[in-house]
């Protein structure tokens, strides 16, 4: 097992490893060391073999408010701090997506652009019923990453990803509940219980007949799924070295010192 590092934390509670983001005084962004913690824990769950499942959910207020936007400034600085701000969130997507064990979101209060992108990752979804999520990239001039691009048309339709992606409207527990985003809504002091819940039947199947089903599902996605990690992954390398990204998140950064996240 991994220790607890800075940004993040790891342990296990029988054959359940629990990876909580822990940069609660930022709402859990992606800011700091969350990114290369996060992968160094969830390489580490996959790796154990005790864990049977991995429950992934946020110390605080929020599962994860997206991008550090104070941080814009340092990730834009040099175009290998973008390839490198790029590459760690798109190695997320493939550390959930990719490794042996299924991963079982415990998500509540604010799951933001990658935050919600992580949600999408996960192969299951225990939502608390304060959830709120949207997609902000459009009108910050970034862009969506986590492959979501070829998983969220295959979940609710290109018109209502298309819709999700360009307006970014915000969207409860209830309505991601609906668009089959999440498999279950629960009250806040449930998430968690309700995810171990979860988490407890899914390692009681058979070990190899789950992470088989989790690499011929995964594998389905196929070259079009890794496409779309690229595809991505160049576009937003492009966004983020765009002049007219830099002062939209500078007028975000403003309202952000007077009101919640967005």
Partial sequence: MTPQTECVTLHAEGPVSIVTLNRPERLNAMGGNLMPDLHRALVSAHA???TRAIVLTGAGRAFCAGDDLKEFDQQAATPQSIADTCDAIQQITRDIMFGPKLVIGAV???AVGGGLEWVINCDLVVAADDLIAFFPEMQLGHFVTGGVTHLLPMTVGHQRAMELFILGERHDAQALHRLGIVNRVVPRDQMLPAAMELARQVAARSAKSTSLLKRVMTSGLGSQ???ALEQERQAAMACFSDTETAQR?????VQNSTQAPA
């Avoid at 998140?249 to 950064?253: G, W």
Wanted: proline fraction near 7%; charged fraction near 30%.
């Fill in 48 to 50: 154990d073999p005790d």
């Fill in 108 to 110: 509540h209060g604010y």
């Fill in 225 to 227: 799924l890794s496409g």
């Fill in 249 to 253: 998140i500078a007028t975000r950064r």
